[in-house]
């Protein structure tokens, strides 16, 4: 499966953005899908996970409240709409899909297709 992600971009602390990530390639209701993000010398780090059913969502404590992921079927897309946010949330933005159906999983090692990563800058 090929994902794009898109959505980043400059917005002020406090702001919102939403994140977009396409997916094509094999049947997207079939993946748990997860967004992650490096920040500048930073790890790539979980953000928030949605399972292949869309029953069951996981957010980093980071985000929690602020952030919602969700996903459109029939568009293949998955979301992560982001609030309130920091600027300590700038960072490149990633989707990743993974094959272990039935759980929103926060471990990277369980997403086997990534996407090329979105930027978010979160001016002070």
């Known amino acids: 499966v090929q994902l794009q992600a898109s959505g980043g971009g400059l917005v002020q602390a406090g702001g919102s953005l939403r994140l977009s990530c396409a997916a094509s390639?094999?049947?997207?209701?079939?993946?748990?899908m997860g967004w992650f993000r490096r920040a500048p010398g930073k790890e790539r780090v979980f953000v928030a996970a949605?399972?292949?059913?869309?029953?069951?969502?996981y957010y980093a404590d980071s985000v929690n409240g602020r952030y919602t992921i969700s996903t459109d079927n029939a568009k293949s897309t998955v979301y992560l709409q982001m609030n309130s946010l920091k600027p300590e949330d700038t960072a490149v933005y990633y989707c990743?899909?993974?094959?272990?159906?039935?759980?929103?999983?926060?471990?990277?090692?369980?997403?086997?297709?990534w996407g090329q990563g979105t930027l978010v800058t979160v001016s002070s």
């Open positions: 949605i399972s292949s059913t869309g029953g069951s969502t």
């Open positions: 990743a899909a993974s094959t272990i159906r039935g759980r929103a999983s926060g471990r990277s090692w369980d997403y086997a297709y």
């Open positions: 390639g094999r049947t997207f209701s079939g993946y748990g």
